[in-house]
């Protein structure tokens, strides 16, 4: 394995205050964390900001989906509050996509897809009339994505090796769903390792429960950390 799998852990709590706790508890160890639609339509870019100000990477978790302008416009936002790692959905077409990547490489952050939520299955796909399987979906959005310009995705680890065998090994993917041995699955049901993930090429791993409900976050992401560099 010659690329070191990164860790992201997610910010899912309610409170800004909760947050930053954590993240001060957890120290130097991680340098990457991710801020969703919770915590961001409660506390704006304050949240970004008093990460920055700590001296880490943020994931801005937004899934932007618009047309095209709107979206474009958003990342620019979020790059003028120093998000590092932004997101939009790729079901937003050729032309949004195209937009994103535009954007990016205005702001020179990272812009990345969503193909399908994980949240999706066949019959929820039918119901929203996509009649091939969610797998071919997948494929079919990182093509579009990788065809526009951006340099990767969000995926399960279980998509992992058809990604890299279509997109090659340079295709960023960012992995969440992820469980160390003996933690708690919760509502998560394809989960994976940090260590398997990193084995399967996995650039990122985001990982949220298992360290922020861990008795000690810190040593919960330390231990994550050693599995990844084992
Ligand atoms: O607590 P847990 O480790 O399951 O958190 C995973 C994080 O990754 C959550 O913030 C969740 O919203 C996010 N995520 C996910 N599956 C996706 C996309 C994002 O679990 N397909």
């Not at 050729?94 to 702001?107: C, F, G, Q, V």
């Amino acid at each position: 394995m010659t690329k070191q799998t990164k860790l992201i852990s997610a910010l899912d709590v309610p409170e800004l205050s909760t947050a930053l706790a954590l993240v001060d508890k957890i120290g130097d160890n991680v340098e990457w964390y991710k801020v969703g639609k919770q915590l961001f339509t409660h506390y704006g870019p304050q949240a970004v900001q008093e990460l920055k100000a700590r001296g880490k990477k943020v994931f801005l978790d937004m899934k932007f989906h618009d047309i095209p302008n709107t979206v474009a416009q958003a990342i620019r936002s979020a790059a003028i509050i120093g998000a590092d790692l932004i997101n939009v959905h790729a079901s937003g077409g050729p032309a949004m996509l195209s937009a994103a990547a535009e954007a990016m490489k205005e702001t020179g952050k990272t812009v990345i897809a969503v193909t399908v939520l994980t949240s999706m299955d066949h019959a929820q796909l039918e119901a929203v009339g996509i009649t091939v399987s969610p797998a071919e979906q997948v494929v079919r959005l990182a093509g579009l994505t990788q065809a526009a310009g951006l340099p990767g995705v969000v995926c399960s680890a279980l998509e992992l090796p058809m990604l890299r065998e279509h997109f090659g090994p340079d295709f960023l993917t960012v992995v969440p769903g992820i469980r160390p041995a003996g933690t708690e699955a919760g509502d998560q049901k394809r989960v994976m390792t940090p260590k398997k993930a990193a084995e399967a090429g996995a650039d990122f791993i985001v990982v949220g429960r298992p360290i922020l409900a861990a008795p000690d976050p810190a040593s919960a992401a330390r231990a994550i950390l050693d599995e990844l560099q084992a």
